[in-house]
Structures are given as C-alpha cells and as structure tokens.
Nanobody, 115 residues
Framework: QVQLVESGGGLVQPGGSLRLSCAAS????????VAWYRQRPGKLREVVALISSDHTANYADFVDGRFAISRDNAKNTVDLQMNNLKPEDTAVYYC?????????WGQGTQVTVSS
C-alpha cells in the first residue's frame, strides 16, 4: 500500500528552524519530482518546494531563500530544511508527487511558529 509519512514538525519561535522529513513506502518517488506543500489555516494547499529526480530544486516566491529541499533516492525520503521561520509559515506540511502523478496524501506534519 502506498504511504507517505511526514515528520519533524513542531512549535518553534520566529527565526527558528525545523527540518521536515517525508518517507515513502516502496519506490514511489523513484524517477519522479516530489513536492512539499503546506496548508495554512483557512487557506488552500500550496506548493512550497519541488525537487526533481536529478535534484533540481524550485521554490515558491514566499520561501525567499529560507528553505532547502533535498532528497535521498536510496532511502525514498525528501527533506525540507526550514530556517528563519515566520508566523505566517504556520501550517500543516505535506509531501507528494505533483500532478498528474499524485499518490494518496499522508497525515502531514504541523508546524507552528509563535513566540
């Protein structure tokens, strides 16, 4: 069964850092671009960052150099290092393959940025 498991979220003060990790069952990431998404309270889910199978990364404008996405193809994991977090980064963070190749969504991991 295809499964995505996100972890690493938590409560952090503004300016702090977190490292999120996404683990996939089997080899469902192999050869595919993978994205981190987030859903802020009352907002639609949005793309945060993408990484292609050859490790090319792209970021949403709001990232502004604060986050770094990486992947380990051997381990079927994709990480998101988030630095200089802001209160507006508070959201549930998810990983998945972007359309047109998504798989069932995981539970996500809650990130709360607050003093």
């Amino acid at each position: 069964q295809v499964q995505l498991v996100e972890s690493g979220g938590g409560l952090v003060q503004p300016g702090g850092s977190l490292r999120l990790s996404c683990a996939a069952s089997g080899s469902i990431f192999s050869g595919y671009t993978v994205a981190w998404y987030r859903q802020r309270p009352g907002k639609l889910r949005e793309v945060v960052a993408l990484i292609s199978s050859d490790h090319t990364a792209n970021y949403a404008d709001f990232v502004d150099g604060r986050f770094a996405i990486s992947r380990d193809n051997a381990k079927n994991t994709v990480d998101l290092q988030m630095n200089n977090l802001k209160p507006e980064d508070t959201a549930v963070y998810y990983c998945n393959r972007p359309v047109p190749y998504p798989v069932p969504w995981g539970q996500g991991t809650q990130v709360t940025v607050s003093s």
